[in-house]
């Protein structure tokens, strides 16, 4: 210990369950919420309703384009001259890779690059889904392109520019997909949340419809329409202009994804540390441990205990860079060196901290399998 580990069984049925919750659509894997070359494989290869990658990083995507991936679109812009050019050697070996652009800067970058390189870049224009109500910007900044407008004026540099290729749309709905409506303990505020997602659900819907449709009169053809996220399935498949959503966190249902009202799925994944002191009865001291998440400072960042059950963190402590004490009023006997097994609140942000996973199936651990830590990589 310290160690992480996946349950294999839980993790086939997260997949199990999240097959019909995207209706008619192709699922795309979230790469960032997985970080595991084999487990990402095995999800593609559970059924061909798994279709692709949203990868986070270019050296991410060519790392997985030469594991044998194919059909890569990589969510977020990037600029690094060197790494676009990495992209391009791929393409020229047929692989199918997708860059993600929001601005005219992007695409005349992207452009000068592809004509030094002789190779037509295919890009990915991405609309922002973020809601505004007064006194509110509900959503994340992401994209410049809000609407229509703000689209077709941006796909016009795009047919200017010789050496991209405009192929898809994408619109990620964050406030909808990763903000949990069913928190404990906060009634009135799981209300408001429910409320807006209600009224941002029928915006976000009919501005992707008119920007597609937009598109498409101005003479685009989209291969592929992309939105959604393991908390937005249930909206986000019934509109007729997407073609595919993207999951990623359902996969191992962090800590995070305990709080919706729409889905519940099952904890897959998680992490053990090893007690190391008794400070006084029902306290027990573990070693490390502290592995926060990423985004706004929050209590729900902490990772969660998980095992056994009536496990605690202290308040003023929390989960610590080298030891994490623990209350516990449940009915196993602890002893030194026995694990404390807790869930990170994201998904594959626990997958930095370790090299490899340990893989349990029938409670028993059944091999190990290596993280992008693991394989020596460290993207962002």
Not at 37 to 45: F, G, M
Not at 66 to 87: C, E, M, N, R, T
Not at 186 to 214: C, P, Q, W, Y
Not at 224 to 243: A, C, H, Q, Y
Request: glycine share 10%; charged share 20%; proline share 4%.
């Amino acid at each position: 210990m310290p160690f992480a580990f996946v349950d294999l069984d839980l993790f086939d049925e997260n997949i199990r369950q999240i097959i019909p919750r995207a209706g008619n659509k192709k699922i795309r894997i979230a790469s960032k919420s997985v970080r595991c070359v084999s487990l990402l494989k095995r999800v593609l290869d559970a059924s061909p309703v798994f279709q692709g990658l949203m990868t986070y990083s270019l050296p991410e995507t060519v790392f997985l384009s030469q594991q044998g991936f194919d059909d890569l679109l990589v969510g977020y812009p990037s600029w690094h001259q060197d790494q676009v050019k990495a992209i391009c050697q791929e393409l020229q070996k047929g692989k199918r890779i997708t860059l993600m652009v929001d601005l005219a800067e992007h695409v005349q970058h992207l452009n000068r690059i592809g004509k030094e390189a002789g190779t037509v870049i295919p890009i990915c224009m991405d609309l922002d889904m973020s809601s505004d109500f007064p006194g509110l910007h509900f959503g994340v900044w992401r994209s410049s392109i809000t609407n229509g407008e703000k689209a077709l004026a941006l796909y016009k540099t795009i047919r200017a520019s010789e050496y991209v290729r405009l192929d898809g749309l994408m619109g990620y709905e964050a406030q909808i997909a990763g903000l949990g409506d069913n928190v404990p303990g906060k009634a009135a505020m799981n209300n408001i949340v429910r409320l807006l997602k209600g009224r941002s659900v029928k915006e976000i819907a009919k501005r992707r419809h008119d920007t597609v449709k937009a598109l498409i009169a101005a003479g685009a053809e989209l291969k592929f329409v992309n939105g959604g996220g393991t908390g937005s399935l249930e909206w986000t498949r019934e509109e007729s202009v997407v073609t595919e959503v993207t999951v990623g966190s359902g996969f191992y249902a962090s800590g995070l994804f305990d709080c919706y009202s729409n889905f519940k799925h099952l904890p897959s994944a998680a992490y053990a540390i090893e007690i190391v002191r008794k400070p006084k009865p029902g306290l027990y001291t573990c070693h490390g441990g502290g592995y926060i998440a990423s985004g706004q400072i929050a209590l729900n960042k902490q990772p969660l205990p998980y095992l056994p059950v009536g496990a605690k963190l202290i308040g003023q402590e929390g989960t610590g860079e080298v030891q994490t004490p623990i209350l516990y009023t449940g009915d196993e006997q602890l002893q030194m060196g026995d694990p404390i097994f807790l869930r990170h609140s994201k998904a594959g942000e626990l997958c930095e901290r370790f090299r490899t996973l340990l893989l349990v199936s029938n409670g028993k651990i059944q091999g190990e399998t290596l993280t992008y830590r693991g394989e020596g990589q460290c993207f962002v």
